[in-house]
């Protein structure tokens, strides 16, 4: 059983705890006021990385080897100089896209010793030596199709989600934010764009079944059966029983198919959280109730839960990473751009409320 | 030799001591100050190198006009000071 969460925010990395009454609360604080874009706990707990936001200065990278008692400066992945003359602009709107990063979007564990990052503008990188060096995937990041990707929530597109297939680490499938959902078998060397049967409408309708043009929100894996993903997309919730080639959608999903995280229960494939918003211009739970949806049937139905959430109005919006479940899949978390968080011990048929005064919540993990 | 400062905002994050440094241009300034605080590179160029979009660099009260690639010229006894830009609230 997980008794700690790391939840990384706009004023710092913080640690909940459980007490042996089974109360949560804050027990550790670091790197205050800097912005956490992502963290990642390697199994075992002991090594830590996290993604620093500093704004004027850049994005930086610590590392821990030892629980986070101490914390040291590691590398950033950085872009290979752009070569002189190239061309290669957002497609949208026409300006140069950096070839720098901008934020860290995306931490993974990969085999022994392997890292994988995603950033803004898009670049995927992996890192062989525990982060002490990193190198763009350069397949990917020079694959022509890559030009087409687009800013979603940020000005240039950006990869937030990598799923590493556990029984085949060279298996890596990752979520981009506008760009679809891009699978490897063979750890980068070569890419593939798969996503038959996603759907937009925010694009011209010729292109709602484009597979380049998809809006993923978020990506995740069930670790027992790795080839079934779900996917919270800008147009709704869908669901893939072969990692990621063909997508079914589940319409009519109540209160609403519309969101940004979601959470797969890593033993059992048909068991999915989410926590839905109104679309997709208020963003914000619908009629200012806010639930998590559940199905334990794969999708044929949903459950509402509101058990401990407020039933004041709220106007909380989690974010695609803020949502969280524990190794066992008992035990869920999520937290808000309003800065409240909630832990539920029984897969979110209740809820306890941690605290409503955090800063705005930007990534939620439970300890690996 | 060029006077070269930092923003005291940058310490919180990396040692960055002001030093007397030599060169002809402010990249040549900056590229010999990096041999010996290496750290403080990425906290003020991109990954290409250019000045970072939120931090400008002052060579005698006057902002630099090449971001990009630093040519802007330094003289004997010049002050460089590298500060946040203000951008947003």
């Given at each position: 059983m997980t008794d700690r969460v790391w939840v990384g925010t706009r004023k710092g990395l913080f640690q909940l705890g459980r007490d042996d009454a089974g109360r949560w609360a804050i027990v550790g604080h670091w790197f205050p006021g800097d912005p956490i874009s992502m963290m990642l706990p390697e199994p075992g707990g002991r090594r830590l990385h996290a993604a620093l936001d500093l704004g004027h200065f850049g994005v930086k990278m610590q590392r821990s080897e030892d629980g986070a008692r101490t914390w040291s400066e590691a590398a950033v992945p950085a872009f290979p100089p752009k070569p002189d003359g190239l061309e290669d602009k957002d497609p949208m709107r026409g300006v140069d896209l950096p070839w720098s990063t901008q934020m860290i979007w995306a931490l993974e564990s990969g085999g022994p010793g392997e890292l994988w990052c995603g950033v803004v503008p898009g670049g995927l990188f992996r890192s062989t030596d525990g982060g002490d060096s990193w190198v763009l995937a350069r397949a990917l990041w020079d694959d022509p199709r890559r030009?087409?990707?687009?800013?979603?929530?940020?000005?240039?597109?950006?990869?937030?989600?990598?799923?590493?297939?556990?029984?085949?680490?060279?298996h890596v499938t990752v979520g981009v934010s506008v760009g679809g959902v891009w699978t490897t078998r063979d750890a980068g060397a070569s890419w593939k764009l798969i996503g038959a049967g996603l759907r937009n409408v925010y694009m011209p309708p010729e292109l709602a079944a484009d597979p380049v043009s998809q809006d993923v929100h978020r990506l995740v894996q069930c670790a027992a059966r790795p080839e079934r993903l779900w996917m919270q997309h800008h147009n709704g919730i869908f669901r893939?029983?072969?990692?990621?080639?063909?997508?079914?959608?589940?319409?009519?999903v109540m209160p609403s198919s519309f969101g940004f995280a979601v959470a797969v229960h890593p033993?059992?494939?048909?068991?999915?959280?989410?926590?839905?918003?109104?679309?997709?211009?208020?963003?914000?739970?619908?009629?200012?109730?806010?639930?998590?949806?559940?199905?334990?049937?794969?999708?044929?139905?949903?459950?509402?839960?509101?058990?401990?959430?407020?039933?004041?109005?709220?106007?909380?919006?989690?974010?695609?990473?803020?949502?969280?479940?524990?190794?066992?899949?008992?035990?869920?978390?999520?937290?808000?751009?309003?800065g409240s968080f909630w832990i539920s011990e029984d897969q979110g048929e209740s809820w306890q409320t941690v605290s409503r005064h955090l800063p705005p919540v930007l990534c939620v993990r439970f300890e690996a | 030799m060029a006077s070269l400062r930092f923003t005291p905002n940058l310490r919180r994050h990396v040692q960055s001591p002001a030093s007397q440094v030599a060169g002809a241009t402010v990249l040549q300034v900056l590229e010999r100050y990096f041999e010996v605080n290496p750290r403080v590179r990425g906290y003020v160029l991109d990954d290409q190198g250019a000045v970072r979009k939120h931090v400008a660099i002052f060579v005698n009260r006057e902002p630099i006009r090449d971001r990009a690639g630093l040519s802007d010229s330094v003289k004997e006894h010049d002050e460089i000071f590298v500060v946040q830009a203000l951008s947003g609230g």
């Open positions: 030009r087409k990707w687009m800013g979603g929530g940020y000005d240039f597109a950006g990869i937030h989600s990598i799923l590493v297939d556990p029984q085949d680490v060279a893939s029983d072969d990692a990621g080639e063909n997508w079914q959608e589940l319409n009519e033993d059992d494939p048909d068991t999915a959280w989410f926590v839905p918003a109104a679309k997709d211009e208020q963003r914000f739970p619908v009629d200012a109730r806010l639930v998590v949806t559940r199905t334990r049937d794969g999708g044929r139905h949903f459950e509402v839960l509101r058990q401990g959430l407020p039933d004041e109005p709220a106007y909380d919006l989690v974010y695609r990473h803020a949502l969280d479940v524990s190794r066992d899949g008992m035990r869920l978390a999520f937290g808000s751009t309003t | -």
